[in-house]
């Protein structure tokens, strides 16, 4: 097997791990999003990958499922939270990296505005911050799960013969 190029530059080093375990745990994050939506409408899944482009029409789903009351007011805050967190994931994927010349060669990043009239985002992720953004998807992950795995053990108890 030929020798794997190492294309990343000394300056982001410390930061290629933490954004390896972001790029998965999101993916695991998203995909249980997708599993809770399904299981809460009986859509197919390309119908719920279409309706997690938008928070407000989660949300509105949320509202109109019977959900446990713990989850009733919880999910609603988790919703919004994945969806801050989900848009600092996508500043530190899709904006643009470079050292900070200044700085030693920390990295730093520079997002150019999505709307017209928005200012230029800029930020210095240090790897602690991508990590903790990584545990915070993998707690979405766990409670988006969670939800399917409690509503699915109360259906199948339900459907149990009564003694």
């Known amino acids: 097997m030929p020798e794997q ?24 994050a998203e995909a249980a999003l997708v599993e809770m939506i399904i299981d809460l409408t009986n859509v197919d899944e390309s119908v719920a990958q279409r309706m997690i482009k938008s928070k407000e029409e989660v949300l509105q789903l949320i509202n109109r499922v019977d959900l446990e009351c713990f989850d009733r007011t919880e999910l609603p805050l988790r919703i919004e ?46 790897p602690d911050d991508v990590w903790a953004l990584a545990r915070r998807f993998n707690d979405h992950r766990d409670h988006f799960s969670h939800i399917v795995y409690s509503r699915q053990r109360m259906k199948s108890s339900d459907s149990l013969p009564d003694a």
């Not at 294309?7 to 290629?16: A, H, L, S, T």
């Not at 050292?99 to 709307?115: C, N, S, V």
């Open 81 to 126: 939270q994945f969806w801050c967190d989900r848009d600092l994931r996508n500043r530190y994927i899709h904006d643009e990296w470079f050292p900070q010349i200044d700085e030693g060669g920390a990295p730093a990043t520079r997002g150019l505005p999505l709307k017209k009239g928005a200012e230029v985002v800029w930020n210095t992720p240090i």
């Open 5 to 28: 190029l190492d294309v990343v530059d000394d300056f982001y080093i410390e930061m290629v791990r933490p954004l390896d375990n972001l790029v998965i745990i999101f993916a695991q």
